[in-house]
């Protein structure tokens, strides 16, 4: 039942890091919050940041109850590569004997729970200013559900694409492209917001500081991600976890930069919007790669992530396609090029081979195999998610639950309609009336 | 003078932990004044984050001087079951000969700091937007001390209830409870805000988003808290760390989802202050038990806490006690119901059985003993605090200081007439008058 | 290439300590953003957070490409006392064959570029709400460049003042006097704001609030400078972390006791902005001397900083010189005494004597020596920063890009001018007019 003072060092040291990373890690739903609130019109500013509560408190609950089990459930008669299954309404004392397995397994559950529930949240974005409280609150629980799948694909040992050596450390094909593809197709079906696209509508956020702030908050979150995902310290990984930090700060710099450059030369101005799009898409863009990526390979990662992120932006416009928050320029086309970036730019660790499964890509290889595997699971995870995000938003909207608020209840606000907010929130009425009687 | 590399090890491995979890839990105050901030009327909002600033100033000066000597003070002639003696204007360099007992000591004191300090803070919230800014500050200070004692009985090798064998691991009775109580005194001496009880009074949070967003620090700065009292990482005690941790977020999960489900049912809206009192409450709930907790414990215990705390609200209306931001049910009920929790849920460690003092609780003992031991520490607790706050109370307002603001004062506000702030403030009363001229 | 296991040990362990304290650094960039936006005027709010993203993004390019080369390039023909050479462009793998040495220089580079960062942050903040945004951004890449040169004389170990036996763990000069000195510059150089010393004017801040929100996670963020600054925890190198951390606290508790006392007694109010520069100004004091402070230490130099800071605010005053959101009190003044303090109280450290370059202060050697040293460090640091951040500032103002916007612009606000954004704002602009027309 004890093991060596040896071992019981290494479970210590690499157990301290995960639970130290899903610390920061679960300080980024601040930064979304106070991001999507910022980005919002003032009427739903509370709104989304109570939809960003829910997101922990059920998106926590379902992951609890089954979400972890789908992904990382080891009763072995029925778990396979596609699937796990198991540790439901987890409980590591009673699934484990053994005192360091047990320890290591209520740390590996939080780091887990505290990527999990960033996946929904993602989605509370897309559906921004229209989607019912309770509708949402449904569909949280079961995106989380639905991104467990994907999580075993690639994380899982049992999971198809692990074993065929895909890399993709802290989340980006199972984390943000299932949350972004998902929030694409909830934005699409549940149409724009009201007047979003008429001739003179004027587009509001409630508070830009708010949003930089949150975007703040992001960005050093984020270190908790791509440093923790190293799973440890032991063994060099400390190494990798210092490589992805680096990693993160650099791409963040190509990609502000980058977007920089392009607002300035496009409109002459510095627009907030795109220089939160081009930070963000770009830390999410080296989530794959981070642990062994060379400063200049993130820096180059993260420019092209924010250059396409931003000229998905007119393409958005044009299909009237209605993205509040910006879940596609920051989350879909990001995550897609950060697969892709693997297969050119991964290159084998000159210690642990293991971490990118001795696989290398393009650049230092001259082998297109890496680059197959990465664009099956990119492929796999963008149709897989697609179809059961679209399934999901289909049944809820059904439903007697409704998916979209009444035109009234849009134009009122989610914080009257669903909290009873008034009070100061009265007042903004009259700030932006001159604003909204001209749409 | 020296030691064993081993044990240099041991120490550095806890201490950095400690200071770690220090850090981590200093952030808390910057959740407290932005959750009372946002919860106050707009007129009060910078008062209240000025006075979460003075806890840390003047309530560490009162800790560092003289508080930390009453809760661990070690010079023998003097210090006893009762009450610490010795360590005043603490200086570890000059107390402790050794390197690795000099450092420890500054890690432990800083641990200790940061705890302490949050003790007034929860006071500051009850007497929001009525209390003078100079009697607030030497409230604090005596705040302070009082919380000494307890901090003594329960958690210093010499205190009665330590040696008793009450389970209280992260300041569920010796901080929020006393916080609490003396809270629930202060704001019933005080009596309530000028019309808050009229009959059309109107109820103003000066931003629900800050208080939001408050509420969020406070949720990851308690992983410091929580985390950081298995006061180390060796000898396995990674492992509670880990388990208190997901105890945590356990406790929020179900603490929230109990207040929403009670919110919608009896009020068809998420009503953001019950939220709120859910999440903490249930954390708060948590602080006694949480290290050798499991989920499901958790979870339970959270809802209860929630449950509670939600019930208590009818209760303070009926009573017109006036608790601006929720100290009641945030800090007191939820902590006499996680000192009992403990005499329920209570489990023998399979490791470390001192983590309970080799007690269990009713479900795993069939025994009543470790819950008499709790209910002996909340009963004491609670008279001895309620007491000396009274006793504060009554003589800070017979000084020549005085307590309360006149109505003029809280009329205009304390952002004014305590800060001189006028500008934007001066600007938000005249959108505030169209709701303030009907009370 | 590979080392033993103990070697890997220590590695790891340090490494993880500057990584973290990295991560915690960052946060400061927040800190700096909100403190900033909201002491500004409500119409440049947006503007200060904007250019504290910049200073990372374009701060942080500069940094990589040369700024950590000038400091701690290791090229042996070209560097030497004066300057660093190599690691341009900076690529670990590429410049260290052993991966321990990889693992630490990425943790390295790390921890030096978040320290760098808030070197031009600083300077934002002395010319906030009229330098041009263009401008701007190429003052802070400077700043990074002039800024490396005094980090490499006082902690390369080629530099003449690391040689000399200067003590300044955490960037007391390094930092925040080059920093303090060319905001000062910039402040001058560019004139105060409109009408900022008219008869009427109505100083303004765009939020109380957020401003403390932002010294508080300032406050916080500093811990990880301090205690990080150790450099790591083996070796009882970790006593020196915690003492650092409770010098800290410890500072701040005397630095905003004592401007809270001041202002008082001056004002019969407590002004947030004295609060504020008490206790930042106090923790900038001790950054030189934390990590071999005692508590009394750190408090007496804390609550003379603070002395210092507010007494200098009625000379910038008389002097007409327009420091938007104190960049001579907070880190101008404390830096220079923090410099001098050392040379007054710095201490032999009982086991670790190298930590002071086994230099004491008056207080323990009755020798002027290492105050002497410091002194000359303060000269040297305060010419050099001065004339180069004057040789900048005249070059850009010269150049086509400007300096200073025009009048129209500076009326209007950098929130519309820069960044085209309306909505809310112009609400905010009905708001001020009582208050801005009778200036």
């Not at 974005?125 to 799948?149: D, M």
């Not at 994380?155 to 199972?174: E, I, N, Q």
């Not at 699971?377 to 059904?398: D, N, Q, R, W």
Request: some cysteine; hydrophobic content about 45%.
């Amino acid at each position: 039942q004890y093991n060596t003072p040896e071992v019981d060092k290494l479970y210590q040291d690499d157990a301290v890091w995960i639970i130290t990373s899903s610390f920061i890690i679960f300080t980024m739903h601040s930064g979304f919050g106070l991001l999507e609130s910022g980005s919002v019109s003032a009427k739903d500013e509370v709104n989304i940041m109570v939809k960003n509560v829910v997101d922990v408190v059920f998106g926590g609950l379902s992951y609890w109850s089954v979400g972890y089990g789908l992904s990382y459930g080891d009763y072995e008669p029925i778990c396979n590569w596609f699937i796990g299954f198991g540790r439901f309404f987890y409980d590591p004392t009673r699934d484990q004997m053994n005192v360091n397995e047990e320890g290591w397994s209520y740390a590996a559950f939080l780091f887990e729970l505290s990527l999990a529930t960033t996946a929904s949240t993602i989605v509370s974005g897309a559906v921004a200013e229209r989607a019912k409280l309770k509708s949402y609150i449904l569909l949280g629980c079961l995106v989380i559900l639905i991104q467990a799948l994907p999580a075993h694909w690639v994380w899982d040992k049992r999971g198809f694409f692990y074993k065929l050596g895909v890399v993709d450390f802290a989340g980006c094909s199972a984390v943000h492209m299932v949350g972004g593809i998902i929030g694409l197709i909830a934005t699409v079906y549940l149409k724009p917001r009201r007047k979003r696209f008429d001739e003179d509508s004027v587009h509001q956020m409630s508070s830009p500081t708010n949003a930089l702030l949150g975007t703040f908050l992001l960005w050093w979150g984020w270190f908790g991600i791509n440093a923790g995902s190293v799973w440890g310290i032991t063994g060099g990984r400390w190494r990798l976890g210092a490589r992805a930090a680096v990693a993160t700060i650099m791409s963040s710099i190509g990609g502000g930069a980058t977007s920089i450059v392009i607002s300035f030369y496009k409109t002459k101005k510095l627009q907030v919007n795109l220089l939160i799009n081009g930070i963000l898409s770009s830390i999410v863009s080296i989530t794959a790669l981070c642990a062994v990526s060379r400063p200049w390979h993130a820096l180059i990662i993260g420019s092209v992530s924010a250059a396409f992120s931003i000229s998905v932006l007119p393409l958005l416009d044009r299909w009237q396609i209605d993205d509040p928050v910006g879940v596609v320029p920051i989350h879909l086309t990001s995550s897609i090029w950060g697969m892709i970036a693997v297969g050119i730019f991964c290159e084998r660790d000159k210690s642990i081979a293991s971490a990118t499964n001795d696989n290398a890509g393009l650049l230092y290889s001259w082998s297109f195999n890496l680059l197959g595997i990465q664009l099956l699971c990119t492929l796999t995870i963008l149709v897989y998610s697609a179809t059961m995000g679209l399934l999901v938003l289909f049944c809820i909207s059904k439903s007697p639950l409704g998916l979209r608020v009444t035109d009234y209840e849009e134009q009122i606000g989610a914080d009257v309609i669903e909290h009873g907010l008034a009070g100061t929130n009265v007042a903004r009425y009259v700030v932006e009336k001159p604003l909204s009687t001209r749409t």
